[in-house]
């Protein structure tokens, strides 16, 4: 092998052997330190939507309402694309908890001037995905986005937090109690400040406040059965809403 092969081969190896490394920590890296290093990088995850806001701006696009979610919303979009029909934009991120959404709300709802916005949040702040969390400190995110966006004329629709006996990554956690008492502070909330409660426990819960069976996948996310039968819900309220 002449000098300047073995020079070449050398750096191609040196290369390499740091993208093998890297590849091999990424494959290692478990969902909670994945989790830690998106929220260290960028903790509301604003990055994850600005092209598409961008280019929703740049086309003068309608937007009708905005979906603001955690996973529960962003799967909705994956199974049932075809409920956001123009003039509809899901705004969900996976894992997120209320003082993420607030943080979202400008750029991702009041930025896009939709006539409205579906707040549906609270599961992973039970979950504590972001550090403990108290009902209180939930209800005043709530509050901030729900002042947030009437401040800018947005209608809003607060959701329930849907059914969940138990959730999976938080093995061993309450969660059927605080759901219900999160829900119950909902409905009174909407109806004191002029928003309005989408209730989707009748289609999803079962006796017992968890997911009916075949309706979600892991007790949690909605199938495309839940998300249908959600949509029945949703579906005459929009409607009505945005009249």
């Known amino acids: ?18 993208a093998l490394a890297f590849a091999a920590r990424a494959l290692a890296e478990t969902w909670d330190e994945k ?14 939507y600005r092209a598409d806001n961008a280019r929703i701006l740049a086309a003068h696009e309608k937007v009708d309402v905005v979906f603001l979610g955690d996973s529960i919303t962003e799967g909705w979009k994956d199974k049932r694309p075809t409920f956001f029909k123009p003039g509809r934009v899901g705004r969900g991120i996976g894992g997120q908890t209320t003082p993420q959404m607030v943080i979202r709300m400008m750029p991702d709802v009041v930025d896009l001037k939709p006539r409205a916005v579906h707040i549906m949040a609270g599961t992973n702040d039970i979950a504590g995905n972001t550090g403990p969390m108290t009902q209180e400190m939930t209800r005043d995110n709530i509050r901030a986005m729900t002042a947030i966006a009437q401040h800018h004329r947005i209608k809003v629709m607060l959701a329930s937090i849907p059914p969940a006996a138990n959730f999976p990554w938080r093995a061993g956690l309450d969660t059927v109690k605080p759901i219900h008492e ?44 839940g998300y249908d039968r959600m949509a029945t819900v949703i579906e005459p309220i929009l409607k009505r809403v945005l009249a």
């Open 35 to 48: 989790w830690n290093r998106e929220l260290r990088e960028d903790f509301s995850m604003q990055g994850r």
């Open 182 to 225: 999160l829900n119950a502070w909902l409905k009174g909330y909407a109806a004191q400040v002029g928003a309005t409660y989408v209730d989707y426990h009748p289609v999803l819960a079962d006796s017992a406040g968890g997911m009916r069976p075949g309706l979600a996948y892991d007790g949690v996310h909605p199938t495309e059965a």
């Open 1 to 18: 092998m002449s000098q300047k092969m073995s020079r070449r081969a050398l750096m191609g190896g040196a290369v390499a052997v740091p």
